[in-house]
Every structure is written in C-alpha cells, then in structure tokens.
C-alpha cells in the first residue's frame, strides 16, 4: 500500500474512532439537551442534535429529502477527497493531512447521519451568555484540515 494511503486511511480511523467513541460516551451519560460545566462561562459539555448542516444550517427545515441531501452532499464531498488524494505527489504532505483530516470528520458526521438521521453535538464553546454553536470532533477534524488546507494553498512554494 502506497504511503499516502496508508497515512489517509490512519487519519481518518483515528478521527473516526475519536468522533464515534466521544458522541457514543455523551449519548449514554449526559442526556439530551442537558449540560455538563466544565469552565464556568465558557465550556460546557452539552448533549444537542442536529439535523442541520454545520452550525445548525436548514436544521428547522422539515422532510425526507433534508436527509438524502446532507448523505449525498457528505458522499459528494468524500468522493472528491479521495480523487484529490489519488493525485497528490509523495511530497505533498501538508495537503495529504488536511484532505485526510476533512475526510475523516466527514466520514465521522456521515456515520451519524446514517445511523440516526442526525449528528450528536457536545462541544458548547461561550464567553457567558454569547454562545458559539454546539459541535463534535468530527467538525473539530474539518476545521483543522480546513485552516491546514489555506495555509498550505497561501504558503505553497512553487509546483509542489
């Protein structure tokens, strides 16, 4: 198996064990909507639903097809990764761990999508009453990959 694979398929289990065993953990022990104070005014560990798309978008729109979209849309997005990596150059790396980081957290919340038709979220970032949205460690994946991605793209030097 090539390196970059075999790196790929390392970052997105790991991503994926972490994603699955945290929101199974907060789904037996904390009970849905309720909260958990971790640093007064401004961590919280709290059991939320969505069954939106990132911070919440369409989660109040009601039908089927909301479901069928975000599946599609996740599969859209792991299929376009996977081809991403296929031709990435072995001196690629930064990008290889972003691309993988995003793959996981997607493969992480599309778990969850499939399996109940919505994600667990417990992350409740605030600074007192201004809250950020709930989210998992599966967005925590997409993010970092995400900020990894830009900076690879700003500070990419020449063809590599």
Known sequence: ????????????????FLDQSSKLYIDRVIPLHHSVQIVKDFFHITHVRNTGAAFGFLAGQVG???SVFFVTISVVA???????????????????????????????NLTDRVRLGEVIDFIDLH?????????????????????????????RKGDS
């Open 64 to 66: 089927g097809l909301k």
């Open 1 to 16: 198996m090539k390196k970059k694979y075999l790196t790929t398929t390392i970052i997105v289990l790991g991503v994926l």
């Open 78 to 108: 792991i299929l376009t990764i996977l081809f991403f990596l296929r031709n990435l150059k072995d001196n690629q790396t930064p990008l290889l761990l972003s691309l993988s980081l995003i793959m996981g957290g997607a493969v992480g």
């Open 127 to 155: 600074w007192h009453t201004y809250h950020w949205p709930t989210f998992n460690v599966a967005d925590c994946a997409i993010t970092i990959g995400g900020v990894f991605l830009i900076i690879d793209v700003v500070f």
